[in-house]
């Protein structure tokens, strides 16, 4: 089931490419849905994406693809309107990065490319595994990724910079799937806001009052911080790695 406003937006999209033969941009649909900023219209894409309505095609851009139309919407117009293409099926496969010493070498996939078997996911840009970055906001880049990787909740990408996490399998310039979450257990490895302003990809270790992020990498320390300076973002679940 939609909500109210990613209803509103299917429709609008669905509108646009009947009459223009072009999807609307992030302005358009910011202002068509009277949204105070375009992370918003994100969050509604990133929504209709997951429930398999719409497709964002890669590396071209306002190339939105409709994929089915709400029931009620169909019930009406049967006999004008095409709604016979098949929403994406998921599967349930997920990945195992926790403290058993597994790491994320046993789910590298190849890129897919964008067909029923696969999922659209939002890219946000880089996200250091060594030194921390500032925090990524709105999606770069949408990616696609096979669905059977794609459990439960919502799930986003990360290109990864660095190289502190080489011992568990994740190497600079890969492209790691997390899992929207803001708990993990110790010895997962999660995305991490730190202070508010810095993001890392590093393991999880809590003992005391103390949150620790541990790189992966002799070469680095393992950072220390108190309990209210550290939020986790995410969990990771899965990465691809382009040779």
Same mark, same amino acid.
């Given at each position: 089931?939609?909500?109210?406003?990613?209803?509103?937006?299917? @429709?609008y999209?669905?509108k646009c490419?009947?009459?223009? !033969?072009?999807?609307?941009s992030?302005?358009? @649909?910011k202002?068509a849905? &009277?949204?105070?900023s375009?992370?918003?219209?994100?969050?509604?894409?990133?929504?209709l994406?997951? #429930?398999?309505?719409i497709?964002r095609?890669?590396? +071209? /851009? +306002?190339a939105?693809e409709?994929?089915?139309?709400? &029931?009620? =919407?169909?019930? @009406?117009?049967?006999?004008?309107? &095409?709604?016979? /293409?098949?929403?994406?099926?998921? *599967?349930?496969?997920?990945?195992?990065?926790?403290?058993?010493?597994?790491?994320?070498?046993?789910?590298l996939?190849?890129?897919?490319?964008?067909?029923?078997?696969?999922? *659209?996911?939002?890219?946000?840009?880089?996200?250091a595994a060594?030194?921390?970055? %500032?925090?990524?906001?709105?999606?770069?880049?949408f990616v696609?990724?096979p /669905? !059977? @990787?794609i459990g439960g !909740?919502?799930?986003?990408?990360?290109?990864?910079?660095g190289?502190?996490m080489?011992?568990?399998?994740i190497?600079?310039?890969?492209?790691?799937?997390?899992?929207?979450?803001?708990?993990?257990?110790?010895?997962?490895i999660?995305?991490?806001?730190?202070d508010d302003?810095?993001?890392?990809?590093?393991?999880? #270790?809590?003992?005391?009052?103390?949150?620790?992020? %541990?790189? /992966?990498?002799?070469?680095?320390?393992? #950072?220390i911080f108190g309990?209210?300076? =550290?939020?986790?973002? !995410?969990?990771?679940?899965?990465?691809f #790695?382009?040779?």
């Open positions: 089931m939609l909500t109210n406003k990613q209803h509103q937006l299917l @429709m999209i669905h490419l009947e009459t223009r !033969g072009v999807s609307p992030f302005d358009e @649909m202002e849905l &009277d949204l105070k375009k992370s918003g219209i994100h969050r509604l894409i990133t929504g994406t997951e #429930r398999g309505f497709r095609l890669p590396h +071209r /851009a +306002r939105l409709i994929l089915k139309l709400p &029931d009620d =919407v169909v019930s @009406m117009n049967t006999a004008t309107t &095409d709604t016979n /293409a098949s929403p994406v099926t998921l *599967s349930l496969i997920q990945g195992d990065f926790g403290s058993t010493g597994k790491s994320a070498k046993e789910p996939l190849d890129a897919v490319e964008p067909d029923a078997n696969s999922i *659209s996911l939002p890219l946000y840009g880089r996200i060594g030194t921390p970055i %500032e925090a990524l906001a709105d999606p770069s880049n696609n990724v /669905a !059977g @990787m !909740g919502k799930h986003y990408c990360l290109e990864v910079a190289d502190s080489v011992d568990a399998g190497h600079d310039g890969d492209t790691v799937v997390i899992c929207e979450s803001n708990t993990a257990e110790n010895g997962k999660v995305v991490a806001l730190i302003g810095e993001v890392t990809l590093k393991r999880l #270790r809590r003992k005391g009052g103390s949150v620790a992020l %541990e790189a /992966a990498n002799p070469d680095y320390e393992t #950072r309990p209210d300076q =550290v939020k986790v973002q !995410g969990q990771l679940v899965g990465l #790695r382009k040779y």
